[in-house]
């Protein structure tokens, strides 16, 4: 069985096509960021517009890749949500055609099962039932998974999300968007402990989250420090905020839960310093840790031919008509 995967629910044109048999065997990208960048931000008109340019392209070329013709696709998964509704709707309506047209079974997926689900592609694919920290632009889940679409929510950000405290924070730095990663590189050269962000909501019980307050925290320590502060300084105090409020939440959930794996997923999991510090929790208390490659930890067409397979094979299909959900509860 061959699975179509289409993700087109932000600023990236993912497709890839997932083999029951050989796994993954092919997936293509396309970034937008360079589009975006002088906005400071993802521009919803523009992103469907360029979604609409690049689907087709990418499916052939996976099909290339793959040595496949479109009659061998046997199901089709899109991005039903959440996302922006007009660039959710080119991958919809695309998915929807081709299954009328090759005469076979579409079925919408959760974006974020997808990116939770992403692990499953590597080699070592984590056993359920494992805690996972879903960490992207627009969400900040740490989730209890017990199987397939068994997901208990544990806690979210009350605000913002993690991957939207690093652009902002970004922003305030003077980086170019997308903010996570060059924020990242920033705080590479910061020197640690010389200057402390509070951890929020870590003097409390319970899991959730809030980053709001943290990044006027940044706010302030940028305007009124005089001399003024290294921005690197800044960069790395900020992370480390982030990464260990993480840290102490997952260390939680991995004690209430008892799960023997950790997932981490979503664009922020692709920080480096929040990997190693997740890796070293993990350990502390006996849970293997699982990570999808850095490719698979942002939005991919990969994840989402994976997760439809999953639901396909378990005989899910899509409703008629093409369906999306820009905001879609997990
Ligand atoms: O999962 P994703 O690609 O898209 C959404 O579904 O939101 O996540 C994108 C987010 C952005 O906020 C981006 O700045 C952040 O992930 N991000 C990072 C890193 N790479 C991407 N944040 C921190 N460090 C990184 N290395
Ligand atoms: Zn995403």
Not at 52 to 57: A, G, K, N, Q, S
Not at 212 to 225: F, I, P, Q
Request: proline share 6%; with cysteine.
């Amino acid at each position: 069985m061959i699975t179509l995967g289409i993700e087109t629910s932000c600023d990236e044109t993912g497709i890839a096509l997932y083999s029951d048999k050989a796994g993954l065997v092919a997936h293509r990208l396309h970034s937008q960021a360079a589009t975006h960048a002088r906005y400071g931000g993802v521009v919803p008109e523009l992103a469907s517009r360029d979604h609409i340019r690049r689907v087709l392209p990418l499916v052939e070329d996976c099909l290339a890749e793959a040595g496949l013709r479109p009659a061998d696709i046997d199901g089709v998964a899109y991005t039903r949500g959440p996302g922006l509704a007009g660039a959710l709707l080119v991958g919809a309506a695309v998915a929807e055609s081709l299954g009328w047209a090759l005469e076979r079974p579409v079925l919408g997926v959760h974006h974020m099962e997808a990116h939770l689900l992403a692990p499953m592609l590597e080699a070592d694919p984590p056993g359920f039932p494992f805690v996972a920290l879903l960490v992207s632009g627009g969400h900040t889940l740490l989730v209890e998974v017990t199987g397939l679409g068994r997901y208990r929510i544990l806690g979210e950000s009350l605000d913002d999300a993690a991957g939207e405290a690093f652009d902002k924070t970004a922003k305030l730095l003077g980086l170019p968007y997308p903010g996570g990663p060059q924020l990242e590189a920033l705080a590479g050269g910061g020197e640690a402990g010389s200057l402390r962000f509070p951890r929020p909501m870590t003097d409390r019980p319970g899991f959730d989250f809030s980053f709001s307050g943290l990044k006027t925290a940044v706010l302030n320590a940028v305007r009124d420090a005089d001399p003024p502060i290294p921005r690197e300084t800044v960069a790395r105090a900020f992370q480390d905020a982030v990464v260990e409020t993480f840290a102490i939440k997952v260390r939680r959930a991995l004690q209430a839960t008892g799960a023997g794996h950790l997932v981490v997923a979503g664009g922020v999991g692709a920080n480096q310093a929040l990997r190693g510090r997740l890796r070293s929790v993990a350990a502390a208390e006996g849970a293997a840790v699982a990570f999808p490659r850095l490719a698979f930890c942002t939005d991919n067409g990969a994840m989402i031919a994976y997760a439809g397979h999953c639901r396909l094979a378990a005989g899910e299909r899509s409703g008629d008509g093409a369906d999306v959900r820009p905001r879609w509860p997990l």
